[in-house]
């Protein structure tokens, strides 16, 4: 089982955003077959089996083991991976752009990033995982607390120019064999529980080193 799996199938991913075939994916990070699910889920054994077979068909669970029950078989089957994320690449007429906007100041152009980041990772990953081969990343991951909106200006200001100089440094454009690799950082409020917007005077901060 992968721990993430990225669905950029259309079909895939309207399989499992169904509300019932989520939850049996979720309850599939164990393996269990129709008749151990279904009264968990709350459902007949032949509505699971429906389920557990249109969720087969479509990658999203694998056949682990059948075991000869009387005059039936008992298929068991796992899900694919313990979690998933549906890209962009599922909605291409529709997929945000970063193109369209380059402002480091929009959480618009944030979230256009990280969908391309969901996109092209996602695929390289599938790519990496067909060639038994591992793919190459690195990422970063904190949080930092302001004492003022100054602070965050001021800190903003001095990474972009930490991250500028490192780029310029080590970037080689003319390096026969090398590979471009792609640089994002984002900097965002942390979401409390109890938040439903963004306060006005809070700013994010990308940037980007594109391939």
Request: aromatic content about 4%.
């Amino acid at each position: 089982m992968l721990s993430v799996a990225v669905i950029d199938d259309p079909a895939v991913a309207e399989v499992a955003l169904d509300p019932t075939r989520a939850r049996l994916l979720a309850a599939l990070a164990t393996p269990g077959s129709a008749t151990t699910l279904a009264a968990g889920l709350g459902l007949t054994r032949q509505q699971v089996n429906y389920h557990l077979r249109t969720l087969e068909a479509h990658g999203l669970a694998t056949l682990v083991d059948e075991r000869r029950k009387g005059n039936m078989t008992e298929r068991v089957l796992e899900a694919s991976a313990a979690s998933y994320v549906i890209s962009p690449g599922a909605l291409p007429a529709v997929a945000p752009d970063p193109e369209r906007l380059r402002d480091q100041l929009s959480a618009q152009w944030m979230l256009a990033l990280g969908a391309r980041l969901v996109h092209e990772v996602g695929t390289l990953l599938t790519g990496a995982q067909s060639a038994g081969q591992r793919l190459a990343t690195f990422a970063v991951d904190g949080t930092v607390r302001f004492a003022s909106a100054a602070d965050r200006a001021a800190f903003a200001d001095e990474l972009g120019t930490a991250l500028t100089d490192l780029m310029a440094r080590y970037d080689s454009p003319d390096a026969t064999g090398g590979r471009d690799h792609r640089l994002v950082v984002a900097l965002h409020p942390v979401l409390k529980p109890t938040d439903t917007a963004v306060p006005q005077d809070d700013t994010a901060l990308t940037a980007t080193k594109e391939s």
